[in-house]
Structures are given as structure tokens and as C-alpha cells.
């Protein structure tokens, strides 16, 4: 149990929302602070209806210094969780200037923000996209670092900023989390991901082929040098990825050690889109129809984390397999047809 209270930045989105569900039924205050530009209120009223719990909120953008400032006046904050950003690679090609000045320009107001209130503990949400293309798998946190898109130089651009702001003030303890490939939804039905247009993510897509609001699934590229041929991911259950952040939180506040460090958060194991298909029409018992084009511009053949790391320091490990991603992916799907 931790009377203080924690800010979670970005808290109203996908992850962010089942963070907070881990968070409260472990006993941790929250405040929700988010601009709400690809989420919606009713994620928080949900979390609600679980818990049991009113949940503080703040309808702010991170680069309204003045209105940030005035939320961290009113709570004795002990640590921030940052999951605000924009995420959509495809978007950041077009809109550069936008995802710079949101994901980087932002973070570094939030980061001044908690340096002047003395609040340096921070769970900062990063990608295996900062690996660019894999030399080894699995991939471990050693592994160099490289990104052809503006989306991907936003995360690297913060990680580096988070490493000086660590080694130039030993007082900050920065657990950075580089997430592979977030999918599924609470098991309860009742928070998931809500795609604000046709998704570009694998998972959602196949959601709402299954579901009958799309057609037909195009499948990027079958001739990798792969399992079947098709891309390999490293598909993890968001319940297992928001316990991760429960766990970095737990090892920031206990652990002696400052600075930066990172984790992996993936399960280790590797999935091919083939096998996710499979997995999903046994799930929901339904035909994904598919077929196989070109590969996308920008992906890799395959990317999996070595997750040893966040097992040995955070005592944490992925627990849920592709079949219970996929099912409670379904159950949220065919609950919430058209979103929240
Ligand atoms: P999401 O869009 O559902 O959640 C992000 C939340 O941040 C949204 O509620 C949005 O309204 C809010 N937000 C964005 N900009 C803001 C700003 N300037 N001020 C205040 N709030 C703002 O996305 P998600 O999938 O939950 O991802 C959370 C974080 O994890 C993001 O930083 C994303 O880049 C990162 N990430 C996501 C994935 C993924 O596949 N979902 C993979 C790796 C990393
Ligand atoms: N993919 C696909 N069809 C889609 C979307 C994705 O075949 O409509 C493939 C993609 O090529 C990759 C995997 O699914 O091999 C995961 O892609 P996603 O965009 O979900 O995540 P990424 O790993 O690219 O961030």
C-alpha cells in the first residue's frame, strides 16, 4: 500500500488505462492527467466500475507547462508513469514537426515540470521500434539502437534526453520500458484498444475483419525468411505489460539505485502473422479471410525480446500466451463493436 499519489500521464489510452487498473488494485493513489487527443473518458469511468475507485482527472496537454504545474501544486506526487505520446509510424512520416513537438517537445515540459516539484521517479513508455532492424535475436537491452522514422526518433530523442537528465542528477531513478507488440484487452470486456480510425496495428485489424467491420486482412509480405514465411513479433498480453509497469514502479521505490535503466517488456517468444490468424479464428471461431501482398515499407522479418532483464531486476515475466490475447481481444471486440 502507497498513500502518495502517482501521475499517470497519458493514463485514458490503451495501456495507460490497464496500468491504471493494476495500479489500483495494488493499493497505489493515481491521478490521471491526459489531453484525451486519441482517448476517451469513458476508459476512466470503466476503470471506475471495476475498482470501486473515483479516479482523479485532468483534461491537459504536457506542453501546457502552466496547467501541469498547477496538478503537481495540488498532489504531493511521488512518481510519474509517461505513456502520452503520439504512436502512429505511418502519421509521424507525414507529420514530422507534430510527433516532435508532441513526444519530444512534451516530454521535456513534463520533465521540467517534475524536476521543479522534486519529483523524480518516472516509467517511461519506449518501443523495440529504437532496435531498428534487429543484428541478434532474441534482442536484449545491449543491443544497438537505430530508427528510419520520425515516430521512432521521438523515443530514441527522449531515451537520450532521460539519460543525461539521470547522469546529470543522480537523485532521478528512470525505469525506461521498451515495449514489443501490446495486444489483447482487460479480461473483464470492459477496457481495450479503441482505434480512432482503420487501425494499422495487426491485432485491431484482425479484431474487426473477424467482427465484420473490414473485409478482408492483407498480410505484408510472405516471402521473409521466417517460420512461413510471414513478419515475426513479439505479441504481449497489455495485462502483462501494465504488471510491468507495476513492477518498475515497485523497484523504483524500493531499490537504492538511481539513473537510467531499460527494460524489455515482451514475452521472448516469437509469432508469425500466420500463426496469429490461427490463434484468433480459434479464439473466436471465426474466418479471417487474408491475403498475402507486399511487404510494408519500414518492417522487419522478425523482432523478439530476451526478456531476462526485467525478470532478474523487476521480478516480472510475460504470463499469458497468444490464445489468451487473442480471446480477450475477441471478448472486447464483440462487447464493444464501435469502441467505448
Ligand atoms: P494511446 O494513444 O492509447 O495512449 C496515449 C495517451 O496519451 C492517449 O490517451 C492520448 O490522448 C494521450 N496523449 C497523447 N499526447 C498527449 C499530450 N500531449 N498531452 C496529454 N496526453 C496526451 O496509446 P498506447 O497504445 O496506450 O501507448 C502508450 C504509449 O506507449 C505511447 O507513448 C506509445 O508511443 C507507447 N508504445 C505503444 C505501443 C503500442 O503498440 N500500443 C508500442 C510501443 C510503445
Ligand atoms: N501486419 C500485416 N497486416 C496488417 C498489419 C500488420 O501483415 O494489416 C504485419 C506486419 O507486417 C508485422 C506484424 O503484422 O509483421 C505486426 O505489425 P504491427 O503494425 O501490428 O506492429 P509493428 O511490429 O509493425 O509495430
Redesign the pocket.
Known amino acids: 500500500m502507497n498513500s502518495e499519489f502517482v501521475l499517470i500521464v497519458g493514463g485514458a489510452g490503451y495501456i495507460g488505462a490497464h496500468t491504471c487498473f493494476e495500479l489500483l488494485v495494488s493499493g497505489y493513489n493515481i491521478v490521471v492527467l491526459d489531453n484525451l487527443s486519441n482517448s476517451q473518458k469513458e476508459s476512466l469511468k470503466r476503470l471506475s466500475t471495476l475498482t470501486g475507485k473515483e479516479i482523479d482527472f485532468y483534461e491537459v496537454d504536457i506542453r501546457d507547462s502552466r496547467s501541469v504545474d498547477l496538478v503537481f501544486e495540488k498532489y504531493g506526487f511521488s512518481s510519474v508513469v509517461h505513456f502520452a505520446g503520439l504512436k502512429s ?1 505511418g502519421e509521424s512520416n507525414s507529420f514530422p514537426l507534430k510527433y516532435y513537438d508532441n513526444n519530444v517537445s512534451g516530454s521535456i515540459s513534463l520533465l521540467k515540470v517534475m524536476d521543479k516539484y522534486n519529483v523524480k521517479k518516472l516509467v517511461f513508455s519506449s518501443s523495440a ?1 529504437v532496435y531498428g532492424t534487429p543484428k541478434e535475436l532474441p534482442i536484449p537491452e545491449t543491443a544497438p539502437t537505430s530508427t528510419i522514422n520520425p515516430y521512432g526518433q521521438s523515443k530514441l530523442l527522449v531515451e537520450k534526453i532521460l539519460v543525461d537528465v539521470a547522469k546529470a542528477d543522480p537523485d532521478w531513478k528512470i525505469a525506461n520500458l521498451r515495449y514489443f ?1 501490446p495486444a489483447g484487452a482487460h479480461f473483464s470486456g470492459l477496457i481495450g484498444e479503441d482505434p480512432k480510425d482503420i487501425p ?4 485491431p ?1 484482425i479484431s474487426q475483419v473477424a467482427v465484420g467491420k473490414l473485409e478482408k ?5 510472405g516471402d521473409y525468411d521466417t517460420v512461413d514465411g ?4 513479439d505479441y504481449i498480453h497489455v495485462t502483462d505489460l501494465a504488471k510491468g509497469h507495476l513492477a518498475a514502479l515497485n523497484y523504483l521505490n524500493s531499490s537504492q539505485e538511481c539513473g537510467f535503466s531499460s527494460f524489455n517488456l515482451g514475452t521472448g517468444k516469437g509469432v508469425s ?1 500466420l500463426e496469429l490468424i490461427n490463434a484468433f479464428e480459434k479464439a473466436s471461431g471465426k474466418n479471417i479471410p487474408f491475403n498475402i501482398v507486399a ?2 515499407q519500414g ?1 522487419v522479418a522478425a ?1 523478439y525480446a530476451d526478456p531476462t532483464k526485467a525478470n532478474k531486476v523487476l521480478g516480472w515475466k510475460a504470463e499469458l500466451d497468444i490464445d489468451r490475447i487473442c480471446q480477450d481481444a475477441w471478448r472486447w471486440q464483440v462487447n464493444n463493436p464501435t469502441g467505448y
Do not use: A, E, K
Not at 510471414?230 to 513479433?233: D, E, I, L
Open positions: 509510424v521500434t507488440n494499422n496495428n495487426i491485432m485489424y486482412l492483407s498480410v505484408f509480405g510471414t513478419g515475426v513479433r502473422v511487404r510494408r518492417d523482432c
